[in-house]
């Protein structure tokens, strides 16, 4: 959400009606989603029957040749300079961006955002930035904080300056950062109920299913050490592996689950 401050009960309770609701008002469409998908696995029956049960899969084929005529090239990055003492550096960053898609799999998820937009008519895919912090040595951090103290004293001309007025003392540094793109399951994201276009949403839900033990370990997350499992969580995984083509959380019987729900609130 756009707001990081706990939330209260009634708000919870809000956001939960607003999310059934969105999930009431797309069960229709839903529906007809899951019914493609199985046209393009080949399953055209829900039941067995005794008499013979033919037919073509157009859907398959029909796929198979659409996303190759639509990705038919992988996407590449020119960085060009605009001054010409940058022609070398503009050249590492183009190496530098081409080795990040490449390592970001994008070829691998826009495939997979261009079946959703052939089966169901849309497609989503989540874009982030990580970083992994390390602590920092305190007898190394006192070192660099007098080096600073000297450089800031040299660029002001100041006789006698105190670090705290100039130097942060972080205590923590990155050790790694990247960023990721994935593709997200359109059955995963909620939107307002009746909403008509992407560009006008007040809000959007990424719901995600998660073990109990890694969500209560989650040192992001709040209140967590009592949180009991999501009876709906059974549901979704049975789902997902009926349905979902690209999904890494299977339903094996053996841990419990909770259903999560990540909020991005425009309003």
Request: hydrophobic content about 40%; some cysteine.
């Amino acid at each position: 959400m756009a707001k990081t401050e706990m939330l209260t009960k009634d708000e919870v309770i809000k956001w939960q009606e607003r999310i059934n609701k969105s999930i009431e008002w797309r069960e229709p469409e839903a529906k007809k989603w899951r019914r493609f998908i199985n046209f393009a696995r080949g399953k055209f029956y829900d039941t067995a029957s005794d008499d013979d049960q033919i037919a073509v899969n157009l859907v398959h084929p029909h796929v198979r040749i659409i996303i190759p005529a639509i990705y038919s090239k992988n996407p590449d990055i020119v960085v060009i300079p605009r001054r010409k003492d940058s022609v070398n550096s503009a050249r590492v960053m183009e190496q530098l961006l081409r080795y990040l898609i490449k390592e970001l799999n994008l070829k691998g998820e826009m495939k997979l955002c261009l079946l959703d937009a052939i089966l169901m008519g849309h497609a989503w895919m989540k874009v982030g930035y990580q970083t992994v912090f390390a602590p920092v040595d305190k007898k190394k951090q006192g070192v660099l904080q007098r080096v600073f103290a000297d450089l800031n004293k040299m660029m002001t001309g100041a006789e006698e300056v105190e670090d705290s007025t100039y130097v942060q003392e972080p205590d923590e540094r990155i050790v790694s950062e990247r960023p990721w793109a994935l593709r997200v399951s359109p059955f995963d994201v909620m939107v307002p109920a009746f909403s008509s276009s992407r560009f006008d949403l007040p809000w959007i839900s990424h719901q995600y299913v998660r073990r109990l033990s890694d969500v209560k370990l989650n040192p992001n997350y709040h209140n967590n050490t009592d949180i009991k499992p999501s009876a709906s969580a059974a549901e979704i995984l049975k789902n997902r592996s009926a349905l979902n083509y690209h999904s890494g959380i299977s339903a094996d019987g053996f841990d419990e689950y909770v259903t999560l729900h990540e909020v991005w609130d425009c309003t």
